[in-house]
């Protein structure tokens, strides 16, 4: 099955009163609510999601990258990264590959839930957890210090592999909104949704939370006649917690996720889902998603085993408990997906 994917052309503006009497809310399966911020070309092709294959023999443990691509030390420094809330630094491996270092309470989260997005069949960046090593040539640290010891030595890391010299990463204003994108509308955009709310990832800033940091990214990729831009969430460290507000919300709390499980799903209203979720936007983000969106969905993530949600959760540093938490909590919300 070829990618799921929209091509735009360019084309006059018009009132957004026209927009709208043409493309009423939710009438068909793509619905433009506004102009795409991307450039809209001929030879530009936007996507967000492609078919995953045989999601029952994905390798949880090797995950997107896999095993054989997975960080090799020795571990050489580049630089400290002071951007985003965690400490984070480049290095190199052993191969030459520049990896993104992260630690913090966002560690654990990341890595696991991007197995399971990659599973349903969305773009992530490939990630590893890293139980402990040395980076040699560590100097000048600042937020990172309190990770890395003076030898180097580090212990609970993620490693996030560098874009190929082919990609380049629009983020900042140059990423999107969730309610204003070209996929506004379609099974694809709301299965994301939908696996946002699965993982229980409250931190759904947009272009419009910039000046707090956006987790929206499009991966450009340029190839001979066609520049394809990948739509994709670019952090999923606020994941596998607890939803809600800033006194309430969690990261990574096997209890939290496990507790909050049977409000994943309230219920259906006239043919659309409700769900339970709050996060940093939830007026429009969790509305107007079908019931036939979450079964298109489902018809994937329900055929993830139980036994690659331990292979993902011990590969990304779970402990015994949190693996069996975890595993029974997302087959439960799964399940609910697939009652509808």
């Known amino acids: 099955m070829r990618p799921i994917s929209l091509i735009f052309r360019s084309f006059a503006l018009v009132s957004i009163s026209s927009l709208a009497a043409v493309f009423p809310s939710f009438s068909s399966p793509f619905y433009v609510a506004s102009l795409p911020t991307a450039s809209v070309r001929p030879d530009v092709k936007t996507i967000i999601w ?4 045989a999601v029952e023999q994905l390798d949880f443990v090797g995950g997107p990258g896999g095993r054989e691509n997975a960080p090799k030390p020795p571990f050489t420094f580049v ?14 491996d052993a191969t030459g590959t520049t990896w993104r ?19 349903a069949g969305y ?10 090593g040395r980076i040699e040539g560590v100097r000048g640290l600042k937020r990172a210090q309190k990770y890395v010891r003076a030898d180097g030595s580090f212990t609970d890391a993620r490693f996030e592999r560098s874009l190929d010299k082919d990609a380049k990463e629009l983020d900042g204003k ?19 949704k939908v696996l946002m709310m699965l993982t229980s990832n409250w931190d759904n800033k947009d272009v419009r939370d910039v000046g707090r940091g956006s987790n929206t990214a499009i991966l450009e990729i340029n190839n001979a006649n066609r520049t394809e831009r990948r739509y994709l969430i670019s952090d999923w460290g606020g994941s596998m917690g607890k939803w809600g507000g800033v006194m309430g919300r969690e990261k990574w709390d096997a209890k939290g996720y496990e507790k909050q499980t049977p409000d994943f799903i309230k219920g259906v209203e006239r043919g659309y889902v409700e769900f339970g979720y709050s996060g940093q936007h ?14 298109w969905l489902y018809g994937y ?15 990304s540093g779970a402990t015994p408990d949190e693996v069996e938490r975890f595993t029974r909590s997302i087959r439960a919300r799964i399940d609910q997906m697939g009652k509808l």
């Not at 630089?79 to 190199?92: C, F, W």
């Not at 939830?282 to 079964?295: A, E, N, R």
């Not at 993530?301 to 590969?315: C, F, K």
């Open 282 to 295: 939830t007026t429009g983000f969790k509305d107007g998603i079908s019931v036939k969106d979450v079964k």
């Open 79 to 92: 630089e400290e990264t002071l951007s985003g809330s965690n400490p984070k630094m480049k290095v190199t």
């Open 301 to 315: 993530v329900g055929r993830i085993t139980d036994q690659q949600l331990r292979d993902g959760l011990n590969a």
């Open 101 to 119: 270092v992260k630690w913090g309470d966002e560690v654990n989260a990341e890595v696991f839930a991007t197995r399971l997005v990659w599973a």
């Open 123 to 132: 773009f992530v960046d490939p990630s590893y957890y890293v139980a402990s």
């Open 50 to 53: 492609q078919d995953p294959g």
């Open 174 to 192: 140059k990423g999107w909104r969730w309610d204003q994108n070209p996929l506004v509308g379609s099974p694809e955009l709301n299965g994301l």
